[in-house]
């Protein structure tokens, strides 16, 4: 079974930045990608970025696009989500989610497509 912890949520103000991580640990041999997800009071779940952990391949939401970076440490088991120019909107709680299978461009950030997630971490921006 593949482990999944975050860290690094907190509270910043508008045009600020965080770093979330996401530790992974446990039997990984099947896991290909990683991806990050975020959930608003009242809204539905929303993928953020996504990337692959074999070649590098990364993905995002139109609205993060310019602002938020996912990257991978693999040395330290860790993917990162760098989020710059952070707006009230980003508000949400953030969870990292672990894939065995990505056959296709237009899964990979459907929430649906992940088998492992994290607890989550709350981001909170104020204006």
């Known amino acids: 079974q593949v482990q999944l912890v975050e860290s690094g949520g907190g509270s910043v103000q508008a045009g600020g930045s965080l770093r979330l991580s996401c530790l992974v640990s446990?039997?990984?041999?099947?896991?290909?990608?990683m991806a990050w997800f975020r959930q608003a009071p009242g809204k539905e779940r929303e993928g953020v970025a996504a990337?692959?952990?074999?070649?590098?391949?990364?993905a995002y939401a139109e609205s993060v696009r310019s602002r938020f970076t996912i990257s991978q440490d693999r040395a330290k088991k860790t993917v990162y989500l760098q989020m710059n120019s952070l707006q009230p909107d980003d508000t949400a709680m953030y969870y990292c989610?672990?894939?065995?299978?990505?056959?296709?461009?237009?899964?990979?950030?459907?929430?649906?497509?992940?088998?492992?997630w994290g607890q989550g971490t709350q981001v909170t921006v104020s204006s």
């Open positions: 989610a672990a894939a065995a299978r990505m056959p296709l461009v237009s899964w990979r950030l459907r929430s649906e497509r992940y088998n492992n």
């Open positions: 446990g039997y990984t041999y099947n896991t290909d990608w």
């Open positions: 990337i692959g952990l074999g070649g590098g391949t990364t």
